[in-house]
Nanobody
Framework: QVQLVESGGGLVQPGGSLRLSCSAS????????MGWYRQAPGKQRELGAD???????NYTDFVKGRFTISRDNAKNTVYLEMNSLKPEDTSVYYC?????????????WGQGTQVTVSS
């Protein structure tokens, strides 16, 4: 099992910035990617950004150029730097760890952290 604990959410004004952190613990064997998803009320959970163990990153269009994902492998921690925040970025943000083993995918989730962008 993998345990994920997020921190760093909160209330911010439009145009502001926040930095989310996700600390992972437990069995990290074959965890080949970590990422950040978000889910607004009444909507499906969607990927924002992820980063593979080798360091390559992937961003969806609505965060590209505004958000930056990074990881500290020594600390098993992944970060999401969010800039130029918009009201539509308001969501619960979930940390995700992904394991591929013997052709099967296993997803692990944190409890989520609320990000509210409002004046």
């Amino acid at each position: 099992q993998v345990q994920l604990v997020e921190s760093g959410g909160g209330l911010v004004q439009p145009g502001g910035s926040l930095r989310l952190s996700c600390s992972a613990s437990g069995n990290m064997f074959a965890i080949n990617a970590m990422g950040w998803y978000r889910q607004a009320p009444g909507k499906q959970r969607e990927l924002g950004a992820d980063i593979k163990s080798g360091g390559s990153t992937n961003y969806t269009d609505f965060v590209k150029g505004r958000f930056t994902i990074s990881r500290d492998n020594a600390k098993n921690t992944v970060y999401l730097e969010m800039n130029s925040l918009k009201p539509e970025d308001t969501s619960v943000y979930y940390c995700n760890a992904r394991r591929y083993l013997f052709g099967e995918r296993y997803d692990y989730w944190g409890q989520g952290t609320q990000v509210t962008v409002s004046s």
